[in-house]
């Protein structure tokens, strides 16, 4: 069963970093590509940044220069470098898995999220 | 500045069948989207529902369908359930390792 764990999440001020993980399991995590979405309170979802199996990193313009993906295949883990946060950070971040490559571009499981708060 | 629209609400008798739609600002949808959408429920992680247009993900009840109608992606809900009552998002795949999320549809069963 493929399980995606996010940790990191808690209350940084206007202008500070913060580093999100995302523990992953049940499957081949080197394999496949992975995400990261988030959703502010009372909206939508929002896609964010997604690193490729061969390491290729991508990110929605509002976080570009801010925001850098990364994984570690020895530590089947993904992680999200946040620096210079804004209030317009605040959400729960989702890591997700991108689902096979044969079958397209999606994201086939989530992670439950963990909660971003910029605020002074 | 890539904008994906969808209804922001919609509602639909039990047993009835509703149709959401997902199309972009500028241009049309294609397959070459590969769009997706995913069902979540308030306070939830989304759950994915159909990828590549029309294929349902492991799961997912056949009363939910994809495809792509005029110049716009569609999940059609068969049947509704009490339980469909949820928010659903479309996202499409727009090359160069981008998505874009839809606004979401807020859908309403009664």
């Known amino acids: 069963e493929v399980q995606l764990l996010e940790s990191g999440g808690g209350l940084v001020q206007p202008g500070g970093s913060l580093r999100l993980s995302c523990a992953a399991s049940?499957?081949?995590?080197?394999?496949?590509?992975v995400t990261w979405v988030r959703q502010a309170p009372g909206k939508g979802l929002e896609w964010v940044s997604y690193i490729g199996s061969g390491g290729s990193t991508y990110y929605t313009d509002s976080v570009k220069g801010r925001f850098t993906i990364s994984r570690d295949n020895s530590k089947n883990t993904l992680y999200l470098q946040m620096n210079s946060l804004r209030a317009e950070d605040t959400a729960v971040y989702y890591c997700?898995?991108?689902?096979?490559?044969?079958?397209?571009?999606?994201?086939?499981?989530w992670g439950q999220g963990t909660l971003v708060t910029v605020s002074s | 500045q890539t904008v994906v629209t969808q209804e922001p609400s919609f509602s639909v008798s039990p047993g009835g069948t509703v149709t959401l739609t997902c199309g972009l600002s500028?241009?049309?949808?294609?397959?070459?989207?590969?769009p997706s959408w995913y069902q979540q429920t308030p306070g939830q992680a989304p759950r994915t529902l159909i990828y590549?247009?029309?294929t349902r993900s492991s799961g997912v009840p056949d009363r939910f369908s994809g495809s792509i109608l005029g110049n716009k992606a569609a999940l059609t809900i068969t049947g509704a359930q009490a339980d469909d009552e949820s928010n659903y998002y479309c996202?499409?795949?727009?090359?160069?390792?981008?998505?874009?999320f839809g606004g979401g549809t807020k859908l309403t069963v009664l």
């Open positions: 049940g499957f081949t995590f080197s394999s496949y590509g």
């Open positions: 500028s241009g049309s949808v294609s397959t070459s989207h590969y």
């Open positions: 590549s247009t029309n």
């Open positions: 996202v499409l795949y727009m090359d160069s390792g981008i998505w874009v």
């Open positions: 997700a898995k991108r689902g096979s490559p044969a079958a397209g571009y999606f994201f086939d499981s």
